[in-house]
C-alpha cells in the first residue's frame, strides 16, 4: 500500500526552520515568539550589554515576497530562475494531447459568456456547453529540479487565481499571455514526444518499484 503525505511549506516555516539553524549557530543569540510563531525575533547583547535586534520574522518575510515578485517577473517575461541547489523554475509551452482526457480542459473564461439555462435533470441554472481550449499547445509553470534526495516527494505549486482567472502566479501569467500574444513563444516548448517518453519512463520505474515491493513481501 502506497501512503502519500503532502504537507504545504509556507513562509513561516521557512523562518522558523532558518531561524533554529541561526541560533544553533550563535549561542548568544536570543529567540522571542510572537503571534505563535516561533523566535519571531531574534536578539544579540551588543558591547554595552543591551540587547538589539539582529532580525525579525517580518524583515525576513518582506525580503522573501521582494525576492518572490522579481521572480514572477522573470519568469512571465519567459527566463529561468535558479533555486540554489534545487534547480530552476521556469514558465513551459507544452504541445496539447488532445486525446489525453487529462488535458481536455475548460475555458471558463469562454463558457461564462454564455446565458445560463434551466436544466430539468439538474434542478439548477447551468451553461448551455462547455466550451473547451482549442490552441495546440497549453502554458504551465514548471519546476526543473537538480539532483536532490526524495526529489519526487517535492512539488512546487504556483498560486492559483479566482474563478476569473486574475490574481495569483497563474492569474498574472494567463494575464500577461493575453496582453502580448508572442510571449508564449518565449517559453521552452516541450513537444508530444518528450511528454510521451517521460510518462513511459514513470510507468516503466512504478512497475520495478511494485515489483521490489512485491519480492521483499509489501503490498
Known amino acids: 500500500m502506497r501512503v502519500k503525505v503532502k504537507a504545504n511549506h509556507c513562509v513561516k516555516h521557512i523562518w522558523e526552520a532558518y531561524a533554529k539553524r541561526m541560533l544553533d549557530a550563535n549561542p548568544t543569540y536570543r529567540g522571542k515568539r510572537h503571534n505563535k510563531i516561533s ?10 550589554g543591551k540587547l538589539e535586534e539582529v532580525i525579525s520574522y517580518t524583515t525576513f518575510r518582506a ?13 512571465i517575461k519567459g527566463k529561468a530562475v535558479s533555486i540554489n541547489g534545487c534547480g530552476r523554475i521556469c514558465a513551459k509551452r507544452v504541445e496539447r494531447d488532445f486525446r489525453s482526457k487529462r488535458q481536455k480542459m475548460v475555458d471558463w473564461g469562454k463558457t461564462r459568456q454564455q446565458t445560463k439555462i434551466w436544466s430539468e435533470e439538474k434542478q439548477r441554472m447551468v451553461y448551455p456547453k462547455l466550451v473547451f481550449f482549442t490552441s495546440s499547445d497549453w502554458i504551465r509553470i514548471a519546476w526543473y529540479k537538480s539532483t536532490i534526495r526524495n526529489n519526487s516527494y517535492y512539488e512546487f505549486r504556483p498560486t492559483e487565481g479566482n474563478k476569473f482567472n486574475t490574481g495569483g502566479f497563474t492569474g498574472e501569467i494567463s494575464s500577461a499571455l493575453n496582453e502580448d500574444k508572442l510571449l508564449r513563444y518565449q517559453y521552452l516548448y516541450v513537444p508530444l514526444s518528450v511528454t ?8 516503466e520505474f512504478g512497475a520495478q518499484y511494485t515489483q521490489k515491493l512485491e519480492e521483499n513481501g509489501i503490498s
Do not use: P
Open 39 to 48: 523566535n519571531f525575533y531574534i536578539y544579540k547583547r551588543n558591547k554595552e
Open 196 to 203: 510521451a517518453a517521460r510518462r513511459q519512463r514513470s510507468r
Open 63 to 75: 525580503i522573501v515576497e521582494r525576492f518572490f515578485d522579481r521572480a514572477k517577473v522573470e519568469i
